[in-house]
């Protein structure tokens, strides 16, 4: 068995790079993503949906968690307002 180059090295390190998952990556639609959504519907499950999105390990990008903590956060704002 030949042993790798430093070229193929190179290769199938770019190879397993671009065949790697990016975190960043827009993909709403995931059956975590979803459940996470219909927790945010729900109040009493919406300490779940936060936790989901800021658990180790979640498939939330930081965008995706700040912009879905905010939106928590409004339609918290807006019952307290309807309940004043």
């Not at 065949?19 to 993909?27: I, K, L, T």
């Not at 936060?50 to 990008?61: A, H, I, V």
Request: charge should be positive; include cysteine; aromatic fraction near 14%.
């Amino acid at each position: 068995m030949k042993k790798e180059t430093e070229t193929q090295a190179h290769i199938r390190q770019l190879r397993q790079q671009i065949n790697s998952q990016n975190r960043d990556e827009a993909r709403p639609f995931t059956a975590y993503k979803i459940i996470t959504y219909v927790c945010t519907l729900f109040f009493p499950l919406v300490p779940l949906a936060l936790y989901r999105l800021w658990r180790p390990g979640t498939e939330f990008s930081r965008r995706e968690q700040a912009v879905w903590t905010a939106v928590i956060l409004f339609i918290a704002a807006y019952a307290i307002y309807l309940a004043l």
